[in-house]
């Protein structure tokens, strides 16, 4: 099975920051890749998907990136809304695995 | 507008089978490409994949848990149903539906898009 490694498992940032989570897959999953935010006590809801697709509705600071086994989500400035735990997922195949999650806290 | 809602037993004793049912609107499990898929997430512990069963049903299992789970759909009803046997207090979790697409037409970019609202469901005698 494709194991995915996300890291940070957490950070702190403040509003305006610039804030990089990075995934890596165990084999080569092409641009087969997720990116999920999740708020607490909701579900979670997808911002990226082909690993640089931005999905309709999510704004354009957030921006994927990344091929192969090494992939980066990127939020240009954060906003307060944007304080929530974040997860990739690979969609190369079954079964798919999502990675354990990046929590972004204040500062 | 698309809508997934999941329903079941909030409270199950171990060893018992859990049925849970996903209903939704919005879309058609009957469309080519399309599916539908089950998440858990224990309590604040990361997303876990179950099952998904697409529009042709093909059926896909999570290998670890394969041997106790069951995906099944009914389209004219809108639902998709996922029983999973010996429940154990590990299984407590919020489970989740959601439905599994490519975001660009005739790709195999699938990925979870919409989302239910999940439901809890605690293991305990």
């Known amino acids: 099975d494709i194991q995915m490694t996300q890291s940070p498992s957490s950070l702190s940032a403040s509003v305006g920051d610039r804030v990089t989570i990075t995934c890596r897959a165990s084999q080569s999953i092409s641009n087969y890749l997720n990116w999920y935010q999740q708020k607490p006590g909701k579900a979670p809801k997808l911002l990226i998907y082909a690993a640089s697709g931005l999905q309709s509705g999510v704004p354009s600071r957030f921006s994927g990136s990344g091929s192969g086994t090494d992939f980066t989500l990127t939020i240009s400035s954060l906003q307060p809304e944007d304080f929530a735990t974040y997860y990739c997922?690979?969609?190369?195949?079954?079964?798919?695995?999502f990675g354990g999650g990046t929590k972004v806290e204040i500062k | 507008q698309i809508t997934l809602k999941e329903s079941g037993p909030t409270l199950v004793k171990p060893t018992q089978t859990l049925t849970l049912t996903c209903t939704f609107s919005?879309?058609?499990?009957?469309?080519?490409?399309?599916?539908v898929g089950w998440i858990r997430q224990p309590p604040g512990q990361a997303l876990e994949w179950l099952a998904l069963?697409?529009?042709?049903?093909?059926?896909r299992y999570s290998p670890s848990l394969k041997s106790g789970l069951t995906i099944t759909k009914d389209t004219s009803r809108n639902q998709v149903v996922l029983t999973m046997t010996n429940m154990d207090p590990v299984d407590t979790a919020t489970y989740y539906c959601?439905?599994?697409?490519?975001?660009?037409?005739?790709?195999?970019?699938?990925?979870?898009?919409?989302w239910g609202q999940g439901t809890l469901v605690t293991v305990s005698s």
């Open positions: 069963i697409y529009w042709d049903d093909d059926k």
């Open positions: 919005g879309f058609s499990l009957s469309t080519s490409g399309v599916g």
């Open positions: 997922q690979q969609s190369y195949g079954t079964p798919l695995i």
């Open positions: 959601a439905r599994y697409t490519p975001q660009s037409s005739g790709t195999y970019y699938n990925s979870f898009d919409y």
